[in-house]
C-alpha cells in the first residue's frame, strides 16, 4: 500500500480517520471513508481505468458522477462480480477489488490498440457493410473474434449469492433529488404534514453544495435543512437510491442500493430493492450535468469535465493535476479553476469567447490564472495521458479556427461546453424539452399534470434562487394534496452568500481540426466511441433523422444512454445540416435513466419462486413415498413413484402395467374443480359445453368439451348433477384458471340475466382415482353407505359414501379405461383417505401411480389431453364430431362452422404405433410420407409412451386425411436428432376399443 | 402503471387486474349464429385515439368484471362500473358494431 500523493493534506469531505485498503487490477492502494474509487484512484495518481469500446484507446476518469462515460469497471469476484459500473459512482470500501475492462493483454499495454490504428475500416455501419449481402456468411468466421475485441466487461458466471427484494411505497409528495432545491421543497412540503419522500442517487445529501469547497455558509445551511427534515417524522430521506422511471399515474420505478457500499450486504438485508412508489405530486429537482467540448483526442486519460474538476479538489480533497488547463466556452468552469488555484495549482484558462467579463478577468488575474480569451484547446496530446494542448486563435462568432498560437504544457485538462438540465423522467412521460438558444440548454416546456420542476434542472444557475424555487414548489406540491401551508413554511432558519451567477455562453460543441495539425480523432460519445466524423458520415449517407442518427452511429445508445454526449451530437448534426436544433429534436427518452441489474427488477423471483407453486393436499405423503414431482402449470404432481434402483421409463411402465393388471391409485386433487349453482345452472353448462347438459340427471355425470369464442376446443372435464340447481364441474389442471375467468366473463358482460353462481373449489378437495380391474372391490371393501353393484352404480354415475368418518363424494369415471372411480373428499381429509385406501390396498395389489403413467394409461385409451387440446385443433379434429350437439347453439359454435375449420384436408388425430419394438417415439417429431423429409410434412406427433399392453411405443398424433390412412406406414422425423422412425395409423384407441373394463 | 377504481374494492393497483379485452364488442345471442356477426364480434376490433371502453376483471380482488373506460393516449382511466350494468342498460347505443 502506498502513500496517497495526489491527496491534499487537510480539507475535503472525506473521513480521515478511516483509512481504506482497495485493489485495482490486483494492485494495493489507500484511500479514505467518503471516498469514491474515482477519487480514491485520482488520490494516488492513477488516472489510467479501462480501454475503450471499440478502439481500445486508453480512457480516464472524465466526471465525478453517474454520467461517467469512461472509468467502467468490473468490481468483486465470483458470484458477486459486477461488470460495468461506473468508477465515480462507487463508494469505497476496505477490501474492494475493481479490475479494468476491454484490454488485452493488460491495461497499460493492449494489443488490440491496433484497431484504433486501423478504425478508419471500423466507422459507423461497419457492420452492415461488410457482412450482409454476399459477405454475410463471412460473419460467422469473424463474429467470435470481433466480438472478443470490442465490447464492455464479461458477466458473472457463478450465480449472485445475494438476495433482491422489491418493495411498494406511497406518499403525498416525491421529491426526486437532494440537492439544495430539492432539501428545500422536501422542507416546505414536509412542514405542512405531507408525506414526503425524498429520493437522493448519492450517500450524501447536498447536490452541487458538495462540491464546494468545505466550511462555507452553505455547509451550515445544509446542517440546518437536514437536520430539521430528519426530525420531521412524515419525511423520509432515500439515499442511495435511483428514481430511474417514470410510468402513468405518477407511479415511478425506484433502485435502492441497500448493499453495494458494502463488501457483502449486511445480515438479514438485501443487496438491492427495487421499489415501486406512488405519488400523488412529483417535484422534480434533479439538477444539471455539464457537456464536454469535441476536439482532437478529447479522450485522453487527464482530460476531465471542469465541474469533476471541482468536485474532486473539494469533495474529495484530491488535486488530479499538478499543471492544469481549463477549456471552457462559459462562465461557469471559473469556479473551478478559482478554486483549484486557490489549493496552489498552477491553472490556465483557455477561453473560447474573446470578450470574458471584467469581473472573472480580475479573479483569474488576482488568483494567478492565465488567461488566453479568444481560443481554443485544439486538440491534446499525449499518449496514455495528457502532456500538453494545442491552442489555436477561435472566432467564436464564425466558430472558425485560426492559427496554432501556443502549446501549453500540463497534466490535467478541464473541459466545460455548458450544462444540460436532467429531465428524463420528463422526457419519459412524452414531455420533450425544448432547446433555449439564448441559454444553450434544453429546458422543460410542457409539465404533466402533478409534476413540478425546481432549481437546476430548470436552468436557473443561482442558488439563492433555486432554494427559493424548491420551497416554492415544495409548497404548491403539498398544496395540491390538499395540505394547509403556513406563511412561514418558505423560511429557512439559515442563511448563505450566493457564489457570482455566472451564465454567458457561447455554444460551440466542436472545434474545427487546425489546418495544419493533422487528423485527430475526435469523440462526441465517449462510451460507444462515435466521433465528430461517424456523424459527418451518418448525414453524408442521409441517416437525418436524429433517431436514425442515434441507430446508425450508436451514439447515446451505451450505459450511459448519452447523458455527456447526446446535446453535442444534436448541436454538431444541427450545424452540419444548416437547422436550428429544436427542428431536429430530441431521441425518445425511456426507462431506466441509469443501468439497473436484471436481479433487482426479477427482485426474490426466481428459481422456485419464480412462480407459485401449488401443491396437493397429499403431497408430503407422496414425498415420504418416494416420488418424483414434476410441475403442471402452477402444481406440483407426483410424476412416478420409483423403486430402489428402478429408472424413471421402468417405473411407469410397471405402474401402468399393474393398473391393467390389478389396481392403482393417482392423486388428481390438481384437477380444476367449480362449484356452479344456481336455477339457471343448467342453462348455462347448456351454452358453455358443447354437448347437451339439460338432460342430466341428478346423480349423474358426463363428460363436456368446451370451445373458445373462434369454434376451437378450450378444454374438457365432467360435470356432474348434484341437485336440481347444484353442479360440480371439473376441468382440465392447466386449464382451470381460464376456464373459471372465462365462465365469470360469459355471466357478467354476456349473460348478467342468468341466475348461476360460480365457486373455485379446486383448493377445497382433495381427488383421487382408483383404476383397475380390482378397482370395485377395493373401492367397495372400504367405502361404506354406497352400492356397489353394477346397475345400482353404473359407469358416469355419482354418489355419497363415508370412509369411516371421511365423507367421500366418488364419481364413477375413467381416463385410463379401467373399471374406475375417483374419490373426492374435503382437502383436510385427502392424507387420511389416500392411507385408508393405501392400507387397505395391499391385498387388491394396489400400486401408487404418477402423472407419467397416468398418461401412458391414457394414450393407450386414445383420450385427448393438453398435448392435444393445443389451442388450434377442433372437435373434428380429435375424433370428437359426435361431442358436438345439433340441438343448440353453444359458445364457439357460429365460429367453429367457418371454412378453415371444417375443410377435409385439415390435420386430424391417429393413433400411431412403432413399426419396430425396438425404437422409441419422440413427442414434437414431424409426420411424412415415407421418405419425403421436406418441409412441414403431413402433420406431427403430440403425445408419445412406451405400452406395456402392446409392447411397444404407440404415439397419438395430427396427420392430414386422418383415420383414412389407417393400416400404412409413414415417418416419424425428428430432424434435431437426425432420426427417423417408421411408425404405422392406426386407430388411437389401442386398448379394449369397445370399452368392456370400464363397464364391467 | 394504472390505478383502477374498483367500483366493488376501491382503488387498487393494476397488478391485480387482468385486462379482458375491448368492451365495444359483445357476443351476438347465441341462437343468432350469423357468422359475420360471431367474426365481427370475435376478431374485428377499433384502435381508437382517445376513450376506449374495455372490460378488466379485479382478478386478484373480488373477481368480478369491470367496464372500463381509459384514454388510450393519456392512459387516464376515465370510469369503471361493474360489467354487468351497460351491458344490461345499453344494448342500444353499444350495438354500434352490429
Known amino acids: 500500500m502506498s502513500a496517497q500523493p495526489c491527496r491534499l493534506a487537510r480539507g475535503g469531505r472525506i473521513d480521515r480517520s478511516r483509512a481504506l485498503s482497495f485493489e485495482f487490477d490486483g494492485r494495493s492502494y489507500a484511500g479514505f471513508a467518503g471516498d469514491t474509487l474515482a477519487s480514491a484512484l485520482l488520490a494516488n495518481g492513477v488516472h489510467l481505468i479501462g480501454r475503450s469500446f471499440k478502439y481500445h484507446r486508453p480512457r480516464g476518469i472524465y466526471t465525478a458522477g453517474l454520467e461517467e462515460p469512461n472509468a467502467l469497471v468490473s468490481l468483486r469476484r465470483g458470484g458477486r462480480h459486477e461488470p460495468n459500473v461506473a468508477a465515480t459512482t462507487v463508494e469505497l470500501f476496505d477490501g474492494l477489488e475493481a479490475r479494468s475492462q476491454n484490454s488485452w493483454p493488460a491495461l497499460d499495454f493492449d494489443l488490440m490498440r491496433v484497431i484504433d490504428r486501423v478504425s478508419r475500416v471500423f466507422a459507423s455501419g461497419f457492420y452492415y457493410k461488410t457482412f450482409m449481402g454476399p459477405t454475410r456468411g463471412a460473419w460467422m468466421f469473424y463474429e467470435k473474434f470481433i466480438r472478443r475485441a470490442t465490447g464492455f466487461g464479461t458477466p458473472p458466471l457463478e450465480r449472485d449469492p445475494d438476495r433482491y427484494e422489491k418493495g411498494h411505497a406511497f406518499c403525498d409528495v416525491l421529491v426526486v433529488g437532494g440537492g439544495a432545491s430539492g432539501l428545500a421543497a422536501a422542507l416546505a412540503a414536509g412542514r405542512s404534514g405531507a408525506r414526503v419522500v425524498l429520493v437522493e442517487d448519492g450517500a450524501d445529501l447536498g447536490g452541487s453544495l458538495l462540491s464546494r469547497p468545505t466550511g462555507g455558509d452553505t455547509d451550515a445551511w445544509l446542517r440546518t435543512v437536514v437536520g430539521e427534515l430528519r426530525r420531521l417524522p412524515n419525511v423520509r430521506l432515500m439515499t442511495r437510491t435511483t428514481v430511474f422511471g417514470a410510468y402513468d399515474n405518477l407511479v415511478f420505478g425506484l433502485l435502492e442500493r441497500v448493499g453495494d457500499h458494502l463488501p457483502v450486504p449486511a445480515p438479514e438485508q438485501p443487496r438491492q430493492r427495487y421499489w415501486v412508489l406512488r405519488a400523488r405530486q412529483v417535484v422534480l429537482a434533479t439538477g444539471m450535468l455539464e457537456r464536454p467540448i469535441v476536439f482532437g483526442n478529447n479522450d485522453l486519460p487527464g482530460v476531465m469535465l471542469a465541474s469533476a474538476g471541482r468536485s474532486y479538489v473539494n469533495r474529495f480533497a484530491v488535486i488530479p493535476g499538478r499543471k492544469i488547463v481549463v477549456f471552457t466556452n462559459n462562465d461557469t468552469a471559473y469556479a473551478a479553476a478559482l478554486d483549484l488555484a486557490a489549493s496552489g495549482i498552477e491553472v490556465a484558462v483557455v477561453d473560447l469567447r474573446s470578450a470574458v467579463s471584467a469581473e472573472l478577468q480580475h479573479d483569474a488575474r488576482h488568483a494567478g490564472i492565465a488567461l488566453h480569451p479568444g481560443c481554443a484547446v485544439a486538440r491534446a496530446n499525449g499518449g496514455m495521458h495528457v502532456r500538453s494542448v494545442e491552442v489555436c486563435t477561435f472566432d467564436s462568432a464564425q466558430a472558425t479556427i485560426g492559427d496554432a498560437k501556443l502549446r501549453l504544457p500540463c497534466d490535467l485538462l478541464l473541459v466545460s461546453g455548458g450544462w444540460t438540465p436532467t429531465l428524463q423522467l420528463l422526457g419519459q412521460r412524452g414531455a420533450k424539452p425544448v432547446y433555449d438558444e439564448k441559454r444553450a440548454m434544453f429546458v422543460a416546456a410542457e409539465i404533466p399534470r402533478g409534476y413540478r420542476v425546481t432549481g437546476s434542472a430548470t436552468g436557473e444557475p443561482g442558488l439563492r434562487l433555486r432554494v427559493a424555487s424548491g420551497l416554492k414548489q415544495g409548497s404548491t406540491a403539498a398544496q395540491a394534496c390538499g395540505f394547509a401551508v403556513s406563511p412561514d413554511a418558505e423560511s429557512v432558519g439559515a442563511t448563505f452568500h450566493d457564489e457570482r451567477i455566472m451564465t454567458d455562453i457561447t455554444p460551440v460543441a466542436a472545434i474545427p481540426d487546425p489546418p495544419d495539425a493533422g487528423y485527430r480523432k475526435k469523440f462526441v460519445d465517449f462510451q460507444h466511441d462515435v466521433g465528430f466524423d461517424d456523424i459527418a458520415l451518418a448525414l453524408r449517407e442521409g441517416y437525418e433523422s436524429i433517431e436514425h442518427l442515434k441507430r446508425y452511429t450508436t451514439l447515446g445508445m451505451a450505459l450511459d444512454q448519452g447523458k455527456t454526449s447526446s446535446v453535442n451530437a444534436l448541436a454538431i448534426a444541427a450545424r452540419m445540416l444548416g437547422r436550428p436544433i429544436n427542428e431536429l429534436g430530441t431521441t425518445t427518452f425511456r426507462p431506466p435513466y441509469r443501468p439497473i441489474a436484471i436481479g433487482a427488477l426479477a427482485g426474490p423471483e426466481t428459481g422456485l419462486h419464480f412462480k407459485p407453486i401449488r401443491r396437493s393436499p397429499m403431497h408430503e405423503l407422496h414425498a415420504r413415498n418416494g416420488a418424483v414431482f414434476t410441475t403442471a402449470g402452477f402444481w406440483l404432481r407426483p410424476w412416478y413413484y420409483p423403486k430402489p434402483g428402478e429408472s424413471p421409463r421402468d417405473a411407469y411402465i410397471r405402474e401402468a402395467d399393474a393398473v391393467r393388471k390389478a389396481v392403482g391409485m393417482v392423486d388428481v386433487s390438481s384437477l380444476g374443480k367449480i362449484d356452479v349453482q344456481g336455477p339457471d345452472a343448467a342453462e348455462f353448462l347448456n351454452r358453455v359445453y358443447t354437448n347437451g347438459f339439460d338432460t342430466l340427471v341428478i346423480g349423474k355425470a358426463r363428460y363436456g368439451v368446451m370451445l373458445r369464442p373462434d369454434g376451437i376446443v378450450a378444454d374438457d372435464g365432467t360435470t356432474s348433477r348434484l341437485s336440481e340447481n347444484h353442479y360440480f364441474m371439473t376441468t382440465t389442471t392447466v386449464g382451470a384458471g381460464k376456464v373459471m375467468t372465462f365462465l365469470e366473463y360469459l355471466l357478467q358482460t354476456a349473460w348478467p340475466e342468468l341466475r348461476v353462481q360460480l365457486t373455485s373449489v379446486t383448493s377445497q378437495w382433495a381427488a383421487i382415482a382408483v383404476a383397475g380391474p380390482r378397482g370395485r372391490d377395493l373401492v367397495a371393501a372400504l367405502v361404506r353407505d354406497v352400492d356397489f353393484e353394477n346397475a345400482a352404480f353404473p359407469f358416469m354415475g355419482v354418489r355419497h359414501g363415508h370412509v369411516g368418518a371421511i365423507p367421500v363424494r366418488l364419481l364413477r369415471v375413467s381416463f385410463s379405461g379401467e373399471m374406475a372411480y375417483e374419490l373426492y373428499t374435503p382437502a383436510g381429509f385427502g392424507e387420511a383417505l389416500w392411507q385408508a385406501l393405501s392400507d387397505a390396498g395391499q391385498p387388491f395389489g394396489l400400486v401408487v401411480y404418477g402423472v407419467e403413467a397416468l398418461g401412458a394409461l391414457r394414450i393407450e385409451k386414445g383420450h385427448v389431453a393438453g398435448a392435444e387440446i393445443e389451442g388450434r385443433t377442433t372437435l373434428a379434429d380429435m375424433g370428437l364430431a359426435r361431442m358436438a350437439s345439433k340441438k343448440k347453439e353453444y359458445i364457439g359454435s357460429a365460429l367453429s362452422r367457418r371454412e378453415g375449420l371444417i375443410d377435409g384436408n385439415r390435420q386430424q388425430l391417429v393413433g400411431l404405433e412403432a413399426a419396430s419394438s425396438a425404437v422409441a417415439l419422440r413427442a414434437g417429431a414431424i409426420l411424412c410420407e415415407p421418405g419425403r423429409h421436406q418441409g412441414h410434412g403431413i402433420g406431427f406427433v403430440s403425445s408419445v409412451t412406451y405400452s406395456p399392453a402392446l409392447g411397444r411405443h404407440i404415439a397419438m398424433g395430427f396427420v392430414a386425411g386422418g383415420m383414412s390412412r389407417e393400416g400404412t406406414v409413414i415417418d416419424a422425423v425428428f430432424p434435431l436428432r437426425g432420426e427417423v422412425t417408421a411408425v404405422r395409423v392406426r386407430s388411437p384407441h389401442f386398448v379394449d376399443p369397445e370399452g368392456v373394463r370400464l363397464n364391467a | ?98
Open chain 2, 1 to 98: 402503471m394504472l390505478r383502477i377504481t374498483c367500483p366493488f374494492c376501491g382503488e387498487r393497483d393494476q397488478v391485480e387486474f387482468a385486462y379482458g379485452g375491448d368492451a365495444a364488442s359483445v357476443f351476438p345471442d347465441l341462437a343468432d349464429a350469423d357468422l359475420d356477426r360471431w367474426t365481427d364480434a370475435v376478431f374485428m376490433r377499433d384502435n381508437p385515439r382517445g376513450d376506449h371502453r374495455e372490460f378488466w376483471q379485479h382478478q386478484h380482488g373480488c373477481r368480478q368484471w369491470l367496464y372500463v373506460v381509459r384514454d388510450t393516449v393519456t392512459h387516464e382511466i376515465k370510469s369503471t362500473l361493474p360489467a354487468r350494468e351497460p351491458r344490461r342498460a345499453a344494448a342500444t347505443h353499444e350495438g354500434r358494431k352490429g
